[in-house]
């Protein structure tokens, strides 16, 4: 007690030193995020609130995204050029460039006008020419991507009549519920456009119910060959289902079901499809052909994708994959392995979509680690892959970013398979790859594709690529 | 010496009953302040009208060579957790949609012509704003109070709250934000990861009142992480018109599309 109170004796006795020590000691914690954070200085000013007119800000607004007074003309211009030093001397070099134009007209708000066209240099007239030597064929120079018209029922039910690329399917590198677009999924660019068939789509929208039904008339000439694609899709928590159907007289019918959902931290996708029989003319190991009727045919698939952005700034790891499963392939895809100039090619019994997508089991996997511990480093690697033929493709790459402007990227794609086989045409190769990205998506690329067994005196491919922006 | 002695009893033993009392009489506990949060949630909902304005970022980081601009028109829907964003700028974007419901969004790849679902964690694309700072806010729900302190920011008497987030959908464990003593106006907010490190902090240094809304005019997200990253998000051309029911739909977001 008396210890206690000679302690507070002296305390007291150097109270206003105690004090002083106390407020030096407990001022940094008050003002330390103002001395650290030359922000603050925004919160001096006590009027920091401003009054609005409830009136002014209520009354109806003129902006309206669908109404255009000028046409909007837009597209992309892109050339390559490469040098394929494994060539003959007089045929080792090759060019092209793809202009891309699309018309936008808004005149009111029920109608719409669109068209996109691209054309491909360099062409040639065949008829006066004779043979076109590799080149384009000037009738084939242009092409029509989209033309199409929206309008709109009482603000209730929209249409696009005209050639359009669909929204179909919910896969990203394969999509068999996707019956409807001419052209299939770039694998190596998942959101590259497609081209879509000539149709009437007709869709009634709500808050989270769409209902769509397609009148596809692509390249017909009878009534009997108009096809008919209704589709439903919903939201079910946080689940979008979608049920579909497709029917054409002398075509496969097909029930459709595809949903996309989170499970955690993971986006999945699934697609399944069953059709009665198959629109494909198969080749059999015989020199014939055969189809598959009156018999079901099962196609399913499911994706992933995953991203984690490490809190701390260390980097960002996506991956995203896929497996499908293609009842409508070979059992043995060696069989849709055919010459140029085997007679089911030449008398066109087989045509080159009965060839697509032979195999029974596919799969793809992407994997990008960037970032890494705060650097401009990326690392990735992807693996597509045909099981049945065991033929696949692995691209392992490290790349280093400059500025945003310019990157350096090393790769080493390795094909592996069966010579002609779906992604080994050459049979095994690999080709070590740099390529330097410029500016926009321009990119100069120096490969050397080595083949075992393959000798060139030099194994050298100088490809450029320029300006693939859009405008 | 004596005196000396009783006159700093009597003033210790003075200071001490002032601030007792004056606690006891301005005293906020943790659960007013988790109604203060809501309060603050409820004055940015508008869930008895539609909501549209336009949305400016600017963006710098250090590997960028000049500023990066992006405007946006906004619609929103709070009475349904709706909303649509559309591109202005830049000009290459222009028309591009997302569309959000509830937890559900997706956005419109105009090459592929596809629809793709996104998660409400990710950034707007080339900025330091999270998709899900666009939706209503609801600090109140996703953060429960673990505690408090009094200070000052700048001109502002502000209680400095600490959160705790209370479901995992949100992207930041643990918040503490910057509310004024006042009028229980956020100033700031500062988002730390589960490890207690400051990631980001969030600046809303001007607002607008509407009758009894107030809705941050000029919001800034700063990096914590690399020196010289944020993006100032400005708000203006606000609007409570009637918005028609068609924007909030898939339809609409594919029409506006080039």
Known sequence: MIRINKIGQRLFLRFPAVLLAAAVALLPMQLGAQESDPFLDMFSNPDMITEENIEEISAPLEENFLISEKVTIGGQFYFEAAADFRKAWDKNFSYSGVLQLNLDARPVESFRFFAKAETEYPFIDTETNGSSDGLIDVE????????????????????????????????????????????????????????????????????????????????????????????????????????????????????????????????????????????????????????????????????????????????????????????????????????????????????????????????ALNVTFSNILKSNVTVAASWFSAFGGATGRITPSASYAFNEDFSLTAKVPINYGAAGAEFSPLGFQYTPTLEAKLFGNSQVSFAVPISPGTVYQYPFVLSLSLAKERF | MMNTFKFARRLLLATAFFTITSASAFAITNEELQEKLSLSDYRATFSGSDFQATIKMVSTDPT???????????????????????????????????????????????????????????????????????????????????????????????????????NEEVPYAFQKAYMRKDNFVLLMIQSYSLTDRLLRTTYYPTYSKIDDKYIATTTIYKDELVAGKQTTVTMFNISLAPIPDTVFSKAYIEKINK
Request: aromatic fraction near 12%; proline fraction near 5%.
């Open chain 1, 140 to 363: 084939e120079a242009v092409k029509i991507q989209e033309l199409y018209a929206d309008f709109n029922i009482a603000k209730a039910v929209y249409g696009r009549v005209g050639k359009q690329t669909i929204a179909w399917g919910v896969g990203r590198y394969f999509s068999p519920a996707d019956v409807l677009n001419l052209t299939p999924i770039d694998l190596d660019d998942p959101d590259a456009e497609r081209t879509g068939p000539v149709a009437l789509k007709l869709h009634a929208s709500g808050l989270l119910s769409n209902f769509y039904t397609y009148i596809i008339s692509n390249e017909i000439s009878s009534v009997a060959d108009i096809a008919i694609a209704p589709k439903y899709e919903t939201v079910l928590g946080s689940m979008e289902l979608g049920i579909a159907g497709f029917y054409r007289y002398d075509m496969a019918p097909k029930l459709i079901a595809m949903a996309t959902f989170p499970v955690g931290e993971v986006d999945l996708y699934t697609e399944l499809v069953g059709a009665w029989g198959s629109d494909k003319t198969y080749a059999d190991n015989a020199g014939g052909t055969y189809t598959t009727e009156n018999s079901p045919v099962v196609q399913a698939t499911l994706g992933f994708s995953y991203k984690y952005t490490d809190p701390l700034g260390n980097g960002v790891f996506s991956s995203s994959g896929q497996f499908w499963y293609n009842g409508e392939g070979y059992a043995d895809p060696s069989l849709a392995i055919l010459a140029e100039n085997d007679p089911r090619i030449v008398a066109k019994t087989i045509l080159p979509g009965d060839l697509e997508n032979p195999d029974r089991y596919y799969s």
């Open chain 2, 64 to 166: 960028f060579t000049e500023p990066k601009v992006r405007e946006y028109t906004q619609f929103r829907r709070d009475g349904n957790d709706a909303m649509v964003m559309v591109t202005l700028l830049p000009e290459v974007d222009k028309g591009q949609g997302k569309l959000r419901i509830d937890e559900n969004m997706w956005s419109y790849d105009p090459e592929s012509r596809n629809f793709t679902h996104t998660t409400l964690k990710e950034n707007i694309e080339g900025t330091d704003v999270k998709n899900n700072d666009m939706k209503k806010p609801t600090i109140a729900t996703d953060y429960t109070v673990v505690g408090f302190k009094e200070g000052k920011l700048g001109a502002f008497d502000v209680y400095i709250i600490d959160l705790k987030a209370v």
